[in-house]
């Protein structure tokens, strides 16, 4: 019998081609290049906009994705299913498209982009494009075929690097080309970003023609459909709250921070430093991809609620080891980003513990929607939402960017705990809770015994630092061996 959480985990590392490998390249190549062509307020301007990104893909997908995955996996209807769905994203991110092209003047004012209605129009058309196409990638994830995955995934986002490299780095220089005075003009500036973003969601739409067009062999059906919706409207209030929670401070900034204090520049420089988390980001990110279409198949195993626990328990234990490494080492980190930027580096070890946190919840997550019981979830998002907008609200004009960072931090935990006491009593897992508090405050000795002693620069620091990763890594698999030997045997 293959380990199942080895097997998830394997999951997980093939899925990271497709999501790591393209955000690797991307914060690798496009923040560091990003960071040191434009200007913090230009930056600050990327940093809304993909905000607003944020929000609009959860009202665009409104659930359907999970729900998708809820209803095909353990069904002789896949494909079914799949035509409704696809078909139900395709009107809406149509109308979507249309509406924002025509009403894009109302619309670009009122976020304060007059002048500039065509990003609103460019913006539209990506989330539309990347909403429609998230159930042709549902489908390959459904059918485990991440290679596939990850190489459209790697395309695309090779694509947008080598657009946004070509327009805002060799034709500025080039102005006497052909080509650059054809398809280059200096005013749309960072508009550029978009415009290459938007070629490679297109490029993207184009390779997944196949998976689409399976979708025709098939009928509409509105008794799916409604069952689809009835079970996925719940999850877009849940994913309208968790957008709040994640890009809220990245809108409420610009507003909130006084004038005199350069809030695009300050916008700028907490998105930059947000990305300092990348790692934790991607690797949540990975794990999302493998595990919920993971959880759903192991629904009815005889130990399915004691592999949830165990999951949890290594999944942190990867989280925290994520922690460890961007922080011991955040001096060369980050040099990614431009020297301007890096004021704001003091966040970055709330973000990457936000990040984790928020991992923690989506692990969690599962007790409600097996149960079918999606409306708590909706709840429990809801009340970080709000938790969010208050911390937000209150301690912005103080503390600005810094303040964003905490709210993070502060919402996703009291997720957790919320979840948690009400998963003991509608779906109970024997999460291994001492076990996992031992090691959050074993990464938390290590990180502040960093702060305090190894700041300096001298001989053997980074000797100590490796020698406290291992520590903490040989504390783990001492006290974890026993468990993954025990799915050898089919336990």
């Not at 997908?61 to 729900?67: A, N």
């Not at 809820?70 to 494909?79: G, T, V």
């Not at 998963?423 to 305090?452: C, D, E, G, W």
């Amino acid at each position: 019998m293959k380990n199942p959480i080895k097997q998830l985990f394997g999951q997980t590392a093939v899925y990271g081609l497709g999501i790591v490998m393209p955000r690797v390249l991307n914060y690798l190549l496009l923040t560091p290049f990003y960071t040191r062509i434009f200007e913090r307020s230009e930056y600050g301007v990327i940093t809304e906009l993909y905000a607003y990104v944020v929000f609009l893909l959860v009202i665009l997908t409104y659930g359907m994705e999970t729900g998708y995955f809820r209803y095909a996996s353990d069904s002789h209807k896949k494909e079914n299913i799949y035509t409704n769905v696809l078909f139900s994203l395709f009107v809406t991110s149509a109308v979507f498209i249309g509406a924002v092209v025509i009403w894009s003047g109302k619309i670009g004012a009122m976020a304060g982009y007059a002048g500039h209605p065509e990003y609103i129009r460019w913006l539209a058309m990506i989330v539309g494009i990347d909403a429609f196409t998230s159930i042709p990638f549902a489908r390959i994830r459904l059918y485990d075929r991440a290679v596939k995955y990850a190489l459209i995934r790697i395309a695309e986002v090779s694509v947008n690097i080598m657009l946004n490299f070509f327009f805002l780095y060799y034709c500025p220089r080039h102005p006497e080309s052909q080509i650059v005075a054809i398809v280059y003009r200096e005013e749309i500036g960072v508009g550029y970003v978009l415009i290459s973003n938007l070629a490679a969601s297109i490029f993207k739409l184009s390779l997944l023609t196949g998976e689409i067009f399976r979708a025709f062999r098939n009928r509409i059906e509105p008794a799916i459909l409604g069952r689809l919706l009835k079970y996925s409207y719940p999850l877009l209030i849940a994913g309208m709250a968790g957008t709040i929670n994640e890009a809220l401070d990245r809108v409420l900034l610009k507003h909130l921070i006084p004038p005199d204090q350069a809030p695009m520049e300050q916008l700028g420089i907490y998105g930059a430093n947000y990305k300092m988390a990348v790692l934790m980001t991607l690797f949540v990110q990975m794990f999302k991809y493998a595990a919920e279409p993971f959880f759903f198949s192991r629904a009815s195993d005889k130990n399915a609620r004691r592999l949830y626990a165990d999951v949890m328990t290594f999944f942190v234990v990867a989280g925290l080891f994520i922690f460890l490494l961007v922080n011991l080492y955040l001096d060369y980190f980050i040099l990614f980003i431009g020297e301007n930027f890096r004021e704001g580096a003091h966040i970055v070890p709330v973000v990457l513990m936000a990040n984790l946190v928020m991992g923690i919840f989506f692990s969690l997550s599962i007790w409600y929607k097996l149960t079918n019981k999606t409306l708590y979830g909706a709840v429990l998002v809801t009340a970080g939402a709000l938790v969010t907008v208050i911390v937000n609200v209150m301690f912005i004009p103080r503390y600005g960017y810094t303040a964003s960072a905490w709210g993070h931090l502060i919402s996703y935990s009291l997720m957790v705990v919320l979840s948690y006491l009400w998963s003991k009593k509608h779906y109970p897992v024997p999460y291994r809770i001492a076990r996992i508090i031992t090691y959050i405050l074993l990464t938390l000795m290590i990180f502040y015994f960093n702060q305090l002693f190894l700041q300096d620069d001298f001989r053997w620091r980074e000797v100590v630092r490796m020698a406290l990763m291992i520590m903490f890594g040989t504390f783990v698999y001492l006290r974890e061996k026993g468990t993954l030997n025990s799915y050898k045997y089919g336990g």
